[in-house]
């Protein structure tokens, strides 16, 4: 297991990436749209960043869960946990950001996108990731990047948060046990 | 030539023997056996069956089973049925009446008993019907079916609801000597039932045949045949109280006889979990207690005998949801295999078990058993108690498959059958 | 786990397997009230419902439910018995497998028909009621509504009156909630309640309407079909209104946060007074919701699997 990004190293990117956001001003006002359950602990730290940056009413904040849009359903001994959506505001007066914490074979923001357009036209998607590891199976790339890395297959990459009950935030990367153990 | 059956256990309840034995049938019109000492008759000039191991029991008798024909072939025929009871040991069968046309007049009876003598396996005897018809309005002709060879009354699945027709049918029957035998339920009690009125048509949610529906009947019948001094059989008890008033009934002295349906002495209601088709009976099948009582009941003699209440039904009776299936199973093959089941599990002693399926049906056709139930009429069953085998689409000689069995392993397999001192059924590769 | 499964009945299934149910039920609640009501879930997968008995309700909510999976539905809708109509359920079971179709939601008169079918079809089978046996779906969005109502559904002390012996809401319930540990009590005319059914089911049986609904969290009344006075088993539906109908008196004796249920069409004035039917007890309007959004959670459940 190796430890690619330790808590100053997430903090300093979510700071460059809060920044980057915030330099496309035409953009505003922004909607984070965190998708559950990865980008959710991110997307409440990113819209606290960008708030300091552009102001409080600038920008709002939402929730996708996309278990009902995977394009792969569910394992036979899997219960699926549909998680609730939360978009509460116009999508159509903002710009949205999905937020994910790792950027794979793009499939969760295929999926992501489409739940997004289900609850209305947005001004315009744009895409936020902690991690892009590479290895791509749709046409899909991020606008803000916390952190690249090449990987294999044969590894997983895991973000640990606090709020999610780790006792340290880091991104690390270890060889995978099961050949379908995650699905990042 | 002759046929000699040597060295097996030979249990003949009429004679009360229990031993190994040699049994030497005369191949003539009289065929009457003669029970030997082992290895006291010398081979030569006889056909010899080695039956070591085996059990020669008297051919079995079946008071009541469905046999279809004339009308329904596409179920049964009196071949087939014939066929079929013989694999099973069964050397007399009572056809019940119920047919399309009914068995209700001399011609009829004519035509199956001798469609059943042309196939020359089982003896196959013939129930007349009570009521023309089986419609419970009016009395058959059954003199003229006496006339022609009827052996007993029936109205087959339908009990007389006219309680004033039943008791002139009792009446008249007594005037040829004939036993009425009753389908003991209350149609009004039972109506539109499926399964014994218990927790297990609960939970299914099929309506429920309580067991009064035929404890009533039976009262009624018995209190008819007390009134009347005439003969009642009654068929297919299925409840622990049916037994206790049949058992009060003898003790009085009424001349009343009855049976019990093997699957009702093998299986309960709590089979019915899977709406097994099969398993839809008529009586239902009903609670352990209902068993045991039954199971008790011929034991000490109170139920004179086991039948098959073989009724075949086809695919298109059968491949039904539950409530739209017919009900009835087959069961010559399985007779005395799930008999013996019973004997295996110390439920009841071999010669009793034999009593009950030779000795006792014979006895409530009276003299019109022709000497049957008994070793020294040449009818005999050697039957193999350890052997295994399956009941199957292959090993069953009937037109149907309507049975909770098939699939199923079964102990106990007939190994030869002998009607009047002939081999009619002989296992393969035996 | 029901991916893949046929859903034949509430018998067998584990408290916790209902329980996820629910909460995947609990997650299409949210979809139901959005603008586009729809999921992607099933794209492209076929659901024929077959009701050989009438229904609106029951139909309409799978209908619905299957719509917002994005899979599509062809509804058959049949009176009277396959017999009747000269074909077998077996052909029909038959040609229905033929049409390709992953699931086949079926209404029949026949208690065991759901499982008839399963038996003989590639197909999944989701049972919506089959006689006097079960209604599963009926259940489920039952518990869903009383766990909302109360958030668990342990320990609850729930009524359920009038006609149990014709019910099978009442039957798929009994073995339900006795699975999730609630406590039922039961009460009725004695011609409509079966005398094994504290033996079958582990319930109690009370000798009055208004003794089950004493204490009780939730009362539950049963539709009272017409054709019971026809058979015999009642005088007058007058009758059954003033012994065994449950009006406001009756309800009083419920606790203070009791809620009322009907698996609907409720007969007004039979089983139930008018009042308490429209009345703030009652949650019938809220099953109704329920039910779509567990029928959804049923259908993306057992055709959601990847191996599907």
Redesign the interface.
């Known amino acids: 297991m190796t430890r690619v990004l330790d808590a100053a190293g997430i903090a300093k990117a979510l700071a460059a990436m809060a920044d980057a956001i915030a330099g496309r001003a035409e953009d505003g006002p922004w909607a984070i749209v965190g998708i559950r359950r990865g980008g959710e602990h991110l997307a409440r730290r990113l819209t606290e960043l960008l708030r300091a940056k552009v102001g409080r009413d600038k920008v709002v904040l939402g929730f996708v869960d996309i278990t009902l849009y995977r394009d792969d359903g569910f394992g036979p001994n899997d219960w699926p946990e549909i998680g609730a959506t939360d978009i509460l505001f116009a999508p159509r007066d903002y710009t949205v950001v999905l937020v994910d914490d790792v950027l794979y074979t793009g499939r969760t923001v295929r999926s992501a996108l489409d739940v997004m357009l289900d609850y209305g036209r947005p001004r315009a998607v744009r895409l936020a990731v902690l991690v892009d590891r590479g290895l791509r199976e749709l046409p899909i790339s991020a606008d803000f990047v916390g952190h690249r890395m090449t990987t294999t297959a044969n590894e997983r990459v895991d973000v640990r948060l606090t709020e999610s009950g780790a006792a340290d935030d880091a991104v690390e990367v270890s060889e995978r046990v099961h050949k379908k153990g995650g699905r990042a | 030539m002759s046929l000699l059956v040597r060295n097996g256990r030979v249990v003949d309840p009429a004679t009360g023997l229990d031993g190994v034995r040699d049994v030497l049938v005369e191949n003539v019109a009289s065929s009457a056996a003669r029970i030997e000492a082992p290895g006291s008759v010398k081979p030569e000039n006889h056909e010899v069956i080695d039956a070591t191991g085996m059990w020669v029991l008297p051919g079995l008798v079946d008071l009541r089973a469905h046999l279809r024909e004339p009308g329904q072939e596409y179920k049964e025929d009196l071949v087939t049925g014939a066929t079929a009871a013989v694999a099973g040991g069964i050397t007399t069968v009572v056809a019940q009446p119920d047919t399309k046309p009914p068995v209700d007049n001399g011609e009829i009876v004519d035509f199956v008993r001798r469609r059943g003598e042309a196939a020359g396996l089982a003896k196959i005897l013939v129930a007349g019907a009570i009521t023309a018809g089986l419609k419970g309005e009016q009395l058959a002709f059954i003199g003229e079916m006496r006339r022609a060879g009827a052996v007993i009354l029936s109205d087959g699945d339908t009990w007389v609801r006219d309680a004033g027709l039943m008791r002139r049918a009792l009446e008249y029957a007594s005037d040829f000597g004939l036993t009425v035998m009753t389908h003991a339920e209350d149609p009004t009690l039972a109506r539109g039932g499926l399964a014994h009125e218990g927790p297990m048509a609960v939970r299914l949610g099929l309506r429920g045949i309580p067991s009064v529906a035929e404890e009533t009947a039976i009262a009624r019948d018995l209190a008819l045949a007390a009134y009347t001094g005439a003969k009642l059989h009654v068929a297919h008890v299925s409840s622990a109280e049916a037994v206790e008033q049949i058992r009060i009934a003898k003790k009085r002295g009424t001349k009343v006889t009855c049976d019990v349906a093997v699957h009702h002495l093998v299986l309960i209601d709590e089979a019915l979990s899977t709406y097994d088709t099969s398993l839809r009976l008529s009586p239902p099948l009903r609670r352990s207690r209902d068993r045991d009582a039954l199971i008790a009941g011929l034991v000490d003699g109170t139920i004179d005998a086991v039948a098959s209440d073989h009724a075949p039904q086809s695919v298109l009776e059968k491949d039904l949801p539950f409530i739209e299936a017919e009900p009835g199973a087959i069961a010559l093959q399985q007779l005395l295999p799930l008999c013996l089941g019973l004997v295996a599990d110390k439920r009841i002693d071999l010669p009793t078990l034999v009593a009950r399926l030779t000795l006792g049906p014979a006895g409530v056709l009276g003299a019109y058993a022709q000497g049957a139930g008994a070793l020294a009429a040449g009818d005999l069953t050697i039957v193999d108690p350890d052997s295994e085998w399956l009941l199957a689409r292959e090993t069953l000689l009937s037109k149907c498959m309507n049975s909770p069995f098939v699939g199923r392993t079964l102990r106990g397999r007939v190994e030869c059958t002998v009607v009047r001192g002939r081999v009619v059924y002989k296992r393969q590769n035996a | ?1 029901i ?2 499964k046929h859903l034949l009945g509430m ?1 067998g299934m584990s408290a916790s397997t209902i329980h ?1 149910i629910l ?2 039920a ?3 609640r ?2 139901s009230r ?3 009501k ?4 099933l794209r492209g997968r076929t659901v024929l419902s077959v009701f050989y008995e009438a229904s609106t309700r029951t139909r309409v909510s799978f209908e619905l439910a299957t719509k917002r ?1 994005s899979a599509d539905s062809v509804n058959i809708a049949s009176s009277g ?1 396959s ?1 009747e109509k000269g074909e ?3 052909d029909t079971a038959k040609n229905l497998d033929a049409m390709q179709c992953d699931a086949i939601i079926l209404r ?1 008169s ?4 759901p ?2 079918i399963a038996d003989r079809v590639a197909a999944r089978v989701i049972n919506a009621g ?5 209604h599963p779906t009926q259940s489920l969005l039952d518990l869903l509504t009383m766990r909302q109502c109360f958030g668990k559904l342990e320990g609850l002390e729930v009524a359920i009156c009038g006609d149990i012996a014709h019910s ?1 809401v009442a ?1 798929s319930n009994l073995i339900a909630l006795k699975e999730v540990g609630a406590r039922v009590r039961v009460a009725g005319p004695r011609t409509l309640v ?4 504290a ?2 089911y582990g319930c109690e049986v009370l000798p009055s309407i208004a003794q089950a609904v004493d204490g009780a969290h939730v009362v539950m009344a049963l539709r009272l079909q017409k054709e019971r006075m026809t058979a015999g088993l009642l005088p007058s539906l007058r009758e059954y209104a003033i012994e065994f109908g449950i009006n406001a008196r009756v309800l009083a004796r419920a606790r203070p946060e009791a809620i009322l249920m009907h698996p609907g069409p409720v007969n007004r004035g039979v089983e139930l007074s008018s009042d308490v039917v429209d009345g703030p007890r009652s949650v019938i309007l809220d099953q109704v919701e329920n039910g779509v959004a567990v029928r959804a959670a049923v259908l ?2 057992v055709l ?5």
């Open positions: 786990m991916a893949g018998r996820h909460d995947a609990e997650g299409f949210g979809i959005r603008t586009i729809k999921v992607p879930s999976l018995s017999a077998t359920l077996l029949h026949a208690s065991g028909a499982h008839y089959d006689g006097q046996h079960e099978r039957r079966p005398a094994e059914l033996e079958t993306y459940l959601g699997g990847e191996a599907a």
